[in-house]
């Protein structure tokens, strides 16, 4: 896996949900992991997956965790990212 096109790829995924109100990310609580694929400028194709969950509690902030691999041994170790959203918009610890 090419460590240098994951993290572009997932971070560019991560933006679209950086995006997204907090009230929007707070809706995909408890509903399981959002799974994509995408294939990168090297022609590998990846998997990324995006899990949404209370950071403190309930409630409170929203934290947004995504991890991408390429299907081989670094699914059991993927490169992963995260950012924590408040209720008022605003990114936590940033």
Known sequence: MDNT??????DEAMQEFRRE???DLVTRIGQGPVTAE???A???QYQ???SF??????GGNVRVIGS??????RAFVPVTRSFIK???ESFVDE
Do not use: M, N
């Open 21 to 23: 109100p907090y009230r």
């Open 68 to 73: 991408i691999d390429d299907g081989g041994w």
């Open 5 to 10: 096109q994951a993290i572009h790829l997932l």
């Open 53 to 58: 969950v209370w950071d403190d509690r309930p």
């Open 48 to 50: 990324l997956e995006f």
């Open 42 to 44: 090297d022609a590998a």
């Open 86 to 88: 408040s209720a008022d």
């Open 38 to 40: 995408r294939q990168g």
